[in-house]
Structure formats: structure tokens, C-alpha cells
């Protein structure tokens, strides 16, 4: 049993906004059916060379796309051109079956060329929930613009946030506008599906990259609406909080020390062997702290250097002080808590082999995570789906010589 057992989604979508929630609901039980187009597919798998090798791997001599096989998974796919009549046909009658309609494609494609309207979803389903998300919101003049994921980082002021002070900005690696439109995807549809459950109706509903990243930065975004001043990060020399900071080990690897709260700091001079600081006049009070944090900070870079990371894990963990490894990705995907709580799983993988792969976050008593299946090949499941809505394996055949599927 999962949560959204009975539930049907229809994914209309490319690279990672609508697919990635999609593929959130996927997990969570629904029963997902990803379209693309029948020569090109999901534009991820045109661009391989654009994110660079390390996102592409070679399988017994065929290009392999990380990507799309991470963004869609718990899916079945099926291909379909929605720009000819036929393809709009079978996509109604398809959604005659479904519970819900998302799509990161313009408005303007998904609307007025493909005629995938709120009101004409609702004719053929009257409970449906449509949900399209883009750049930069609904309404306004830019609202028809293009956008991908770095337009949400740079718009909404994350990637200068995530750059150090005084630098160029940098775009990071992660696609985070993505992820996290895609997540908050995933509160709209399930908040609509209750609403539904309770009330009857479905919605309609328009998100974005840039409001889920202002979202996403509450804390700035209010702190700067209230002062009217941005928000950052001070110098390293220049912190309030000596002991809220990252240091260097004795083995070139990175520590953060999250000891903010005053109860802290005598746990922590403890167990760094340096109980002496606790009645250092420099150091008696938070204040005190901070006024002569470059001292503070330049003696505890000298300590840390003297020991490997897990010795000082080891000792913060044992005075039950605020820390935490600064991990490579190759280290966190490795961490003990990661295999034990299920966010890392082993997959059986129809291409890869025996790998491991993403887990999921949450972990539901009575409904607990099982990935039911790896990201569909283009159109995998197209024959299976339509069989689903009444077509004979002659109309299959037929669609498919005329280029429909």
C-alpha cells in the first residue's frame, strides 16, 4: 500500500521542474505516465554535452543520460505528439483517467498551440487538477519568458547568496531552482488532491522557479523586507559566532562547529582539550567572543590542524556538541546515517546493474518508501498505456506509422 495508490498523474514536461515533482508523486505511489515527443523526447536527452561528461555515461557503447534516469523515475513513459490533432486526442482521452496534469512547458505551447486548457480539462474531467509552473510566475509581462533553472538561482538572489562575499557570482551545481519548484509542486498537488478529497473540486494551480526560491529564503527575504538591508554572510574574521564556523583538520578535511548557543561553549573547550579558554578574559562571555573573535578564530585554526577530523568528531560527539562533517559528495552518499534511514538504497537497476541510488526523505510507518521502478526508456510503455484506454493493437499500429506515437 502507498499513499497515493489510485492516483493518476499525467507529466508533460522536460529537464527537471515538472518531471522531478512528478517523479516525487511517483514515489509516493501514484501512478505516473511521462509523454514526450516521439523524435525528440524530453530536450535532457538532446543536451547531454551541455552538463558535461560526468552527467553522461557510456553503457555497452551507448550514451547513457544520469539525468533523466534520476529525474524519472517511478514513472512509465509513453510517446506522443500533442501537435496533431490525433496526439491531442489520445492525450484527452487519457486524461479522462487522471487525477492530475503538469507541465513546465509555456503556457502559451501548452494552451493556445495544444489546447490543454483548465477549462477544456475540466469539460472531459471535471476533477481534474492542472497544475503548470514556469520561470517567473503566472502573471505579469515576463510570465511568458523562458526560463531554466539558473534564471530561479540568479533572479531570486540565491546565487549571489551562495557565493562567497565580494565574489563574482557563482551558479551552483544542483540544479536547486529545480529541485525546489519541484517540491513545492509536490505541496500544491498533494494540498489540491485534499482539498478534492474534501470538498469535491479540483484546481488550478501556477508556480514558479522564482517564487519557490524566495520561499525557499524565507529567513533572507524577510530579514531584508523588514531592514531593508540584504542580508550576508560576514568575513570569516569578522563573525559574531567563533564557534559557528567551518575549520580545517590535521588530514586536510573540513569540520563545521555549530556551537552558536552559549550552552556550548564549555562542552566544546572541554573537548577540544582547551578548558582553559572557558576562563580566558578575551573569552568569558558571547560578547566577549565576538569582540575578540580574530583571536578565537585564528587560535582554534591552530588547534584544529593538529588533529585528523575524526579525532575532533569523535571528541564533539562524545561532549555532545553541535557538529557536523564538511563532506565531499563522495563521503555523504557513503555516511552510515544516510544507509541506515533509507535516503540512499540499493537499486536493481535493468541498465546499470546492481547500483545504489536515491532513497526518499520521509519515512512513513505505515506506508514506507519502495522504489517500484527505474526511469522509463522513450515511449517504454506507450503500447501498454494506450491497451489501458481502448485502443487495439491495429489503431497502435496505425498511430505509430503515422508518426502519433
Not at 77 to 98: H, M, N, S, W, Y
Not at 270 to 297: E, Q
Request: with cysteine.
Amino acid at each position: 500500500m502507498k499513499i497515493l495508490d489510485g492516483i493518476r498523474v499525467l507529466e508533460l514536461g522536460v529537464f527537471g521542474q515538472a518531471p522531478l515533482a512528478a517523479s516525487m508523486l511517483g514515489d509516493l505511489g501514484a501512478d505516473v505516465i511521462k509523454i514526450e515527443h516521439p523524435v525528440t523526447g524530453d530536450l535532457v536527452r538532446a543536451t547531454a554535452k551541455q552538463w558535461g561528461s560526468q552527467r553522461q555515461i557510456e553503457v555497452d557503447g551507448k550514451p547513457f543520460h544520469l539525468d533523466i534516469d534520476m529525474m524519472n523515475r517511478s514513472k512509465r513513459g509513453i510517446t506522443l505528439d500533442v501537435g496533431k490533432p490525433k496526439g491531442q486526442e489520445i492525450a484527452f482521452r487519457l486524461l479522462k483517467t487522471c487525477d492530475v496534469f503538469i507541465s513546465n512547458l509555456r503556457r502559451a505551447s501548452v494552451e493556445d498551440r495544444w489546447g490543454f486548457t483548465y477549462e477544456r480539462m475540466k469539460q472531459v474531467n471535471p476533477r481534474i487538477i492542472r497544475l503548470l509552473t514556469n520561470g517567473v510566475g503566472r502573471d505579469g509581462p515576463e510570465a511568458g519568458l523562458p526560463a531554466f533553472d539558473p534564471v530561479g538561482m540568479a533572479r531570486s538572489g540565491f546565487m549571489l547568496a551562495a557565493s562567497p562575499p565580494g565574489t563574482e557570482p557563482r551558479y551552483p551545481i544542483g540544479a536547486f531552482a529545480d529541485m525546489q519548484a519541484a517540491e513545492i509542486n509536490v505541496i500544491a498537488v498533494l494540498a489540491a488532491l485534499l482539498a478534492r478529497e474534501r470538498h469535491g473540486f479540483g484546481q488550478d494551480i501556477a508556480t514558479s522557479q522564482f517564487g519557490s526560491m524566495l520561499w525557499f529564503q524565507q529567513l533572507n527575504v524577510y530579514t531584508t523586507l523588514v531592514t531593508g538591508k540584504q542580508y550576508v554572510k560576514l568575513p570569516r574574521y569578522e563573525t559574531n559566532t567563533p564557534i559557528n564556523l567551518e575549520y580545517r583538520c590535521g588530514d586536510g578535511k573540513w569540520i563545521f562547529i555549530g556551537g552558536a548557543q552559549p550552552q556550548y561553549w564549555e562542552p566544546f573547550c572541554g573537548a577540544v582539550g582547551r578548558p582553559d579558554l572557558i576562563s580566558d578574559p578575551r573569552f568569558l562571555t558571547p560578547s566577549l567572543r565576538a569582540d575578540n573573535a580574530r583571536d578565537l578564530i585564528l587560535l582554534l585554526e591552530a588547534l584544529f590542524l593538529t588533529k585528523a577530523r575524526d579525532h575532533w568528531i569523535d571528541a564533539l560527539s562524545r561532549a555532545d556538541v553541535v557538529h557536523a562533517p564538511i563532506n565531499e559528495m563522495q563521503e555523504a552518499v557513503l555516511d552510515e546515517q544516510a544507509r541506515i534511514n533509507g535516503y540512499i538504497v540499493d537499486v536493481d537497476h535493468p541498465v546499470l546493474g546492481q547500483i545504489k541510488g536515491n532513497g526518499f526523505p520521509i519515512q512513513f510507518s505505515e506506508t514506507p518508501f519502495e522504489l517500484k521502478r527505474v526511469a522509463p526508456q522513450k515511449g517504454q510503455h506507450t503500447d501498454e498505456v494506450l491497451r489501458e484506454i481502448g485502443y487495439s493493437e491495429d489503431e497502435i499500429k496505425a498511430l505509430r506509422v503515422d508518426g502519433i506515437i
